[in-house]
């Protein structure tokens, strides 16, 4: 890369997020709450890859689709505000996608989703000048972005890799609960994946174990190059060809939990191309997301942010 500032390319969902404040925890059942607003957010998986990659520094673009609506709009200015490039097809009859996200203090969250226009995105949306001269291609949205699950996905990533970049894949949790095609149609990408991004509930998932470990050493034998499972309040773990490497979470306190994975797959995906140890990458991703987690306002850390950050919280 030299000194120039890399190239990275994601694909997938453009979505807008209406977000509630952490709220209280309330017992199941019918019930009736209140809230001082929704915070309208730019959301998907791969857009906030996509404006966190830019933020931190990346040259970025974004391959997704979207409505003519008011959402598009507000995903078009935040992809401008941070400097993405986003070829994005337009599908007027179709509504941008949204999220209902119900966050609570404890960082759970609650997520009801209208993939919308995202469902039109088709491989012919994403031409090899796309993503010609791309260090990094990264793939998330999976599930909303339907007509590319699968085969066309794999051939994605399969094109990117014959390009010279890496690549990385966060499928996220399954809407219609992992039966066995969803399955196979994660796993036949795989062979075709640097980094395997995903939740302990996930990993185990697509690999079929109840061992997380277990489960990641699975992926990789079913062709990952490595896989990274996100575990919340304890941090993240990485599991390479030589071994396992555990990093903890930072504490901070939780004000936008939705968007936090998307935030650490960038981070992390970002450090890799810088080359320092796993170890680092790991840290650094966990901090990308300590900051997100904390304000919504600046839901994006720069590069910066994130350096300072972990110099407060260096090891004595």
Not at 203 to 218: M, N
Not at 281 to 301: E, I
Request: aromatic share 6%; net charge positive.
């Amino acid at each position: 890369m030299g000194s120039r500032p890399p190239r990275v390319v994601a694909i997938g969902d453009g979505i807008v997020d209406l977000v509630t404040p952490p709220m209280e925890d309330f017992a199941p059942g019918d019930v009736q709450a209140e809230v001082p607003r929704f915070d309208p957010l730019p959301g998907g998986n791969a857009t906030n890859f996509a404006l966190q990659m830019s933020s931190l520094g990346a040259s970025t673009t974004f391959i997704g689709a979207v409505g003519s609506d008011s959402n598009a709009k507000l995903l078009r200015d935040r992809y401008r505000e941070y400097g993405v490039r986003a070829r994005l097809r337009i599908d007027p009859s179709r509504p941008t996608g949204s999220t209902m996200a119900l966050t609570w203090s404890t960082g759970r969250r609650a997520l009801v989703t209208n993939p919308g226009a995202n469902a039109r995105l088709r491989l012919s949306d994403v031409p090899l000048r796309a993503i010609r001269g791309a260090h990094h291609v990264h793939r998330s949205g999976f599930w909303w972005t339907s007509g590319l699950v699968g085969k066309p996905t794999a051939t994605l990533l399969a094109r990117a890799r014959r390009l010279g970049a890496t690549t990385s894949l966060d499928v996220s949790t399954d809407p219609q609960g992992w039966p066995a095609d969803r399955i196979q149609a994660v796993r036949i990408c795989l062979p075709h994946v640097d980094v395997f991004f995903g939740n302990e509930t996930e990993i185990c998932a697509v690999a079929g174990d109840k061992s997380p470990i277990r489960a990641g050493k699975r992926l990789r034998s079913l062709g990952a190059g490595e896989v990274v499972i996100h575990q919340g309040e304890r941090g993240a773990t990485l599991i390479t060809p030589s071994g396992v490497v555990r990093s903890p979470a930072f504490d901070v306190a939780i004000d936008n939990p939705t968007g936090c994975g998307d935030v650490f797959n960038a981070a992390y995906a970002y450090a890799k191309l810088a080359r320092p140890s796993v170890g680092e990458s790991l840290r650094f991703a966990n901090a990308a997301a300590a900051l997100h987690l904390r304000d919504r306002r600046r839901p994006y850390p720069t590069r910066g942010e994130v350096r300072r950050f972990l110099r407060r919280f260096a090891p004595p």
